[in-house]
Each structure stands twice: as C-alpha cells, then as structure tokens.
C-alpha cells in the first residue's frame, strides 16, 4: 500500500492511474478536493477496490495519523499543494497553509508513524516530495540549466512556499533520519491538467473562439514535460532513488510560450480547423505577470546517470497528445468549468466527511 496526496490533481491522479495500470499494489489517495481536485478524473478506478479515497485536508494532523495507523504504507507519495502561480499572487495565504504548513503536519505524521515501524519495515519506508523547478529562480538566456546544487532563490508566492516545504522535507532527513525523497520538476503538460495553466487554457480559449492572453512578450522559457514522463521518473525515484537525495526532472524542452501557442495554434488548424482562419489570430498580448520569471531549464543528468530514468515523448509527440485528448474530453473540460464533476461526487462518494470512503 502506498499513500498519495494530492491524488484527485492533475499529476497526482495521472500518477495514481497509471500506477494501478501497472502495479497490483492499493493507493490511499487522500485528497482535500479543493476547485483543483476533481474525483471524476479518476471515474475509471469506481470500483476497484485498491483505490481508496479519502477527502481529507493535509493540515489536519489527526486525520492524517489515523490513515497511516489504518493503512500502514511502505510510502508517501505527497502531491498535494496549492498548484498556481497567479493565485498565489492574488492570495498567498492559501499557498503557505497547504504548501508549508501541510507539508510539515504530513512530516510529522510521517516521522511518528515510521519510528512505530519495526527495524524491517523502517528500511523499505520512504516519504517522497514532489517539487518544481520553480524554486531555483530565474536563469539568464546564457545560464546553465539548474542543477540540484543551484542554490534556491523563490521568487513567487508559490515557489517561495515550495521552497519552505522542500527545506522542511530536507531538514527531516538530516535531523531526524526519516527517509525522504525530493523530485524537483519542470512544467508538465498533458491530459486532466486544469484549465488555468497555460496550455490548457490556450486549448479551452481557441476552442470557444476566445482571446489566447499572452503575457508580457511571450519569450518567458518553460521547460516542458510530458505528465507521463514526470510519473515514470516518480516510480524510478521511489524504486531506487537514495534517501535524502534530491533529483531534477525535465524533458530537455525549452520553449517560449509565443513557441507554445504558436505550436498549439497549428496542431488545432489540423485537427479542428477554426470556422475561418488561424487560431494564431486569437493570440492577444496582455498584461505580464507581477514578478515572471524569465527562463527555467532542467539539467536532468542526475536521474538520468544515476537511474537510467528518460522521457518518453518529445514536445512535439506530447503536444499532439494532449490536444487530442483534449479534443476527445470536452465533457471533462466543461465538467471542470462548470462545476458539474462536483455533482458526480456527491452521487459516487456518499461517504465524504473525513473518513474512509
Ligand atoms: P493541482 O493543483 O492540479 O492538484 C493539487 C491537488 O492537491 C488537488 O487535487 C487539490 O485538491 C489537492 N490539495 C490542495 N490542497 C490540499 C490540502 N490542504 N489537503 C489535501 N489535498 C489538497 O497540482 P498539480 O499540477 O497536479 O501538482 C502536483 C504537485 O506537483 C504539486 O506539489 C506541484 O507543486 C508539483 N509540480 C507541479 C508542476 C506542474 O507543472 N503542474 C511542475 C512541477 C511540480
Ligand atoms: O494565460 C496565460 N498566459 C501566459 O502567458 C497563462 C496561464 C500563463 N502564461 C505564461 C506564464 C508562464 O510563463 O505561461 C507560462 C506557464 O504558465 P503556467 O501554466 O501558469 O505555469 P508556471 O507559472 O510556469 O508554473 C507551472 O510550472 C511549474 C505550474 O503551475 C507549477 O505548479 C509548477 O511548479
């Protein structure tokens, strides 16, 4: 058994898909469902009874205790976190409660459960962090991609309460021996994401005929990662990764967003051309983001040489990817705008206090 958080979001329940596709072992997925967290993503896991959902808030310490002394992992796969960078510029406080303060209550947690351990199942336990590569800052167009030795320089909200989260996980490994993981991520992209990160958004917007906003000039650098790729490296890093060891993931992909949704724009020509003209006319230049970070880029040698883990997909296979599902899964878009999906929880998840479902 192992324990997600997080895993009702958009790489969280990618991850749990794609972990009971492939493994017999159960997931508690222990989920706050707040507008990010969307159960029906998971619909195709109703009744497989390796899946346990639990809505639950990470902050809340008792709750947390009881599904660990309950369900006895061997991990902790922990997801779960306030995900957007302009929401945490309009209400930070969010990002610090979930972000610092519910990582330090599962840490607690984690480190109570696993002194209770035997000798043997202490050796196998491990508590795993999913990061950003957000934490390290802005680079420079010359600068060499963050290494896991770039110092931390958080410039937002968000990759300043991902930072803290990342500082208490290490902390816990040096002082108090608990075996923890820390994956550092570059932007992921693909199916079930929110429409409110870029690509997505750009999707839904061309889609309704609505203006594609830009910010600034469109040459901020992401480094793109296709959601399944971030999940195979999970899996490696929990498999063989080192304790107290941190490890980047990227997909060895920069692009300007303009390069984005240019791209984006061409792939819906060909696959649902427009009723007249390019999608590209959409395109509107808006407004920059309040401290934007100029470039991220991954150097991902570390999991690579040491774990043989690599991407599957290039920008261009992964892109096409998501627009088509995309362009298959209206229902799940317009759920997700509407509110609807939340209808479906009330009548499949009867059980949604703070309990086991
Ligand atoms: P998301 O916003 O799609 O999902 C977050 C999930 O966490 C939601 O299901 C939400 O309901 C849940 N949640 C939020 N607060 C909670 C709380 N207090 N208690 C329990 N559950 C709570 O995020 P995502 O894009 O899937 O990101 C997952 C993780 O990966 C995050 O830690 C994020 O920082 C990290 N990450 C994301 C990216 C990216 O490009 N999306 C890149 C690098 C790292
Ligand atoms: O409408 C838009 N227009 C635009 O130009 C939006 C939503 C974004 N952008 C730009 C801002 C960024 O430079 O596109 C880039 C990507 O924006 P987001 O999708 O909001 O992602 P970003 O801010 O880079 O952060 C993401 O990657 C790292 C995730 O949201 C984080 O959770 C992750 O840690």
Same mark, same amino acid.
């Given at each position: 058994?192992?324990?997600?958080t997080?895993?009702?979001?958009?790489?969280?329940?990618?991850?749990?898909?794609?972990?009971?596709?492939?493994t017999?072992?159960?997931?508690?997925?222990v989920?706050?469902?707040t &507008? #990010?967290? +969307?159960l029906?993503?998971?619909? %195709?896991?109703? @009744?497989? /009874?390796?899946?346990k959902f639990?809505?639950?808030?990470?902050?809340?310490?008792?709750?947390?205790?009881?599904?660990?002394?309950?369900?006895?992992?061997?991990?902790?796969?922990?997801?779960?976190?306030e995900?957007?960078?302009?929401?945490?510029?309009?209400?930070?406080?969010?990002f610090?409660q979930?972000?610092?303060?519910?990582?330090?209550?599962?840490?607690?947690?984690?480190?109570?459960?696993?002194?209770?351990?035997?000798?043997?199942r202490?050796?196998?336990?491990?508590?795993?962090?999913?990061?950003?590569?957000?934490?390290?800052?802005?680079?420079?167009?010359?600068?060499?991609?963050?290494?896991?030795?770039t110092? &931390? #320089?958080? +410039?937002?909200?968000?990759?300043a %309460?991902?930072? @803290?989260? /990342?500082?208490?996980?290490?902390?816990?490994?040096?002082?108090y021996?608990?075996?923890?993981?820390?994956?550092?991520c570059?932007?992921?992209?693909?199916?079930?994401?929110f429409?409110?990160?870029?690509?997505?958004?750009?999707?839904?917007?061309?889609?309704?005929?609505?203006?594609?906003?830009?910010?600034?000039?469109g040459?901020?650098?992401?480094d793109w990662?296709y959601?399944a790729?971030h999940?195979s490296?999970?899996?490696?890093?929990l498999?063989?990764?080192?304790?107290?060891?941190?490890?980047?993931?990227?997909?060895?992909?920069?692009?300007?967003n303009?390069?984005?949704?240019?791209?984006?724009?061409?792939?819906?020509?060909?696959?649902?051309?427009?009723?007249?003209?390019s999608?590209?006319e959409?395109?509107q230049?808006?407004?920059?983001?309040?401290?934007?970070?100029?470039?991220?880029?991954?150097?991902a040698?570390?999991?690579?040489?040491?774990?043989?883990?690599?991407?599957m997909?290039?920008?261009?296979?992964?892109?096409?990817?998501?627009?088509?599902?995309?362009?298959?899964?209206?229902?799940?878009?317009?759920?997700?705008?509407?509110?609807?999906?939340?209808?479906?929880v009330?009548?499949?998840?009867?059980?949604?206090?703070?309990?086991?479902?």
């Amino acid at each position: 058994m192992i324990l997600v958080t997080g895993g009702a979001g958009f790489i969280g329940a990618n991850f749990v898909l794609e972990w009971l596709r492939s493994t017999s072992e159960p997931v508690v997925n222990v989920d706050k469902l707040t &507008y #990010a967290g +969307n159960l029906g993503s998971l619909r %195709s896991l109703q @009744g497989d /009874d390796r899946h346990k959902f639990v809505q639950a808030d990470i902050c809340d310490r008792q709750v947390v205790d009881d599904l660990l002394a309950t369900f006895q992992p061997r991990a902790v796969l922990h997801f779960a976190a306030e995900s957007h960078v302009d929401r945490s510029i309009h209400g930070p406080a969010e990002f610090v409660q979930t972000n610092v303060v519910g990582t330090f209550t599962l840490l607690e947690a984690a480190k109570a459960y696993f002194v209770s351990l035997p000798a043997e199942r202490r050796e196998a336990f491990r508590f795993l962090h999913v990061s950003t590569d957000e934490v390290y800052g802005s680079l420079g167009p010359a600068d060499p991609a963050f290494t896991e030795t770039t110092p &931390y #320089a958080p +410039n937002s909200p968000y990759s300043a %309460s991902k930072a @803290g989260s /990342d500082h208490l996980v290490r902390a816990y490994f040096h002082t108090y021996g608990l075996p923890v993981l820390t994956t550092n991520c570059s932007n992921n992209y693909g199916p079930l994401q929110f429409p409110e990160k870029l690509i997505p958004l750009m999707i839904d917007n061309a889609l309704s005929g609505k203006p594609l906003p830009v910010y600034g000039d469109g040459q901020n650098i992401r480094d793109w990662l296709y959601v399944a790729d971030h999940c195979s490296a999970i899996r490696e890093v929990l498999a063989n990764g080192a304790a107290g060891e941190t490890y980047n993931v990227g997909g060895c992909n920069e692009k300007s967003n303009l390069e984005v949704v240019h791209t984006l724009c061409d792939l819906l020509d060909e696959l649902k051309p427009a009723p007249k003209g390019s999608y590209r006319e959409l395109i509107q230049f808006v407004t920059d983001r309040p401290g934007h970070d100029r470039r991220y880029a991954i150097d991902a040698g570390k999991i690579m040489g040491s774990l043989g883990w690599r991407p599957m997909e290039t920008f261009e296979t992964g892109l096409r990817k998501t627009v088509e599902w995309y362009l298959a899964n209206q229902d799940w878009v317009n759920g997700v705008k509407s509110g609807d999906y939340r209808k479906w929880v009330e009548l499949n998840y009867a059980d949604r206090s703070a309990g086991v479902a």
